[in-house]
């Protein structure tokens, strides 16, 4: 091989090899550093194990994904409804729900986000907790601020009880195409259209909502 040949398979191999580069500072490290961590899943085999870790981490921001036993599991766990009544007493609360394996699914709790609303069941269900003498601490501050805020008074409705607000039911009178559309969607899509427009503050962004849902469904379009 020539020296010219050499030189130039030389060349090649510089553009060709893979480039990594560590990033050890900057604004692209900081990014990295502060990406969020994904939730640990955790089975606890009784509600009080997991009251229990809920003392210990009441401000664990990740949260995690309960793995809980469905009905027929051989091995029983904390129930959903045990493990909600303790979230809310230490503060957190639920989300997403999602399939894991044939015994059990995954339930997210996290901390209360700032802000966030309410539902009607679980001011109900922590009026049963106080009662009790459950409540503690990290929860109750988040009953106070609720109140302190308004969000307690403008608490929603759950699928099965929500109702169709006046304002948005005298739209729906005017337009026909949009009122027949609407009472055609099954109650998972109704409830995605009441629960937006129950849990919007503002008036004006009440109405321009309003307005929006009811082209929208004139155009037979559900969310």
Partial sequence: MSRRTRSTTAALSKLTEPVTKKVTSGPRAAKIAAAPQSP??????????????????????TGVWLQIAKKAA??????????????????WIDGQRKTHDAEHFLQRFTPRRKNSMWSKRNVDKVAVLIQEGRMRAPGQAEIDAAKADGRWERAYAGPSSIQVPADFQAALLKNSSAKSFFEELNKTQRYQFLWRIETTRRPETRRRKIDEYVALLADHKPL
């Fill in 74 to 91: 051989a091995k029983p766990t904390v129930t959903y409804d045990q493990a909600l009544d303790a979230a809310l007493c230490y503060g």
């Fill in 40 to 61: 640990p899943i955790r089975l606890f085999d009784t509600a009080v194990a997991w009251e229990t870790w809920l003392a210990a981490n009441p401000q664990d921001l």
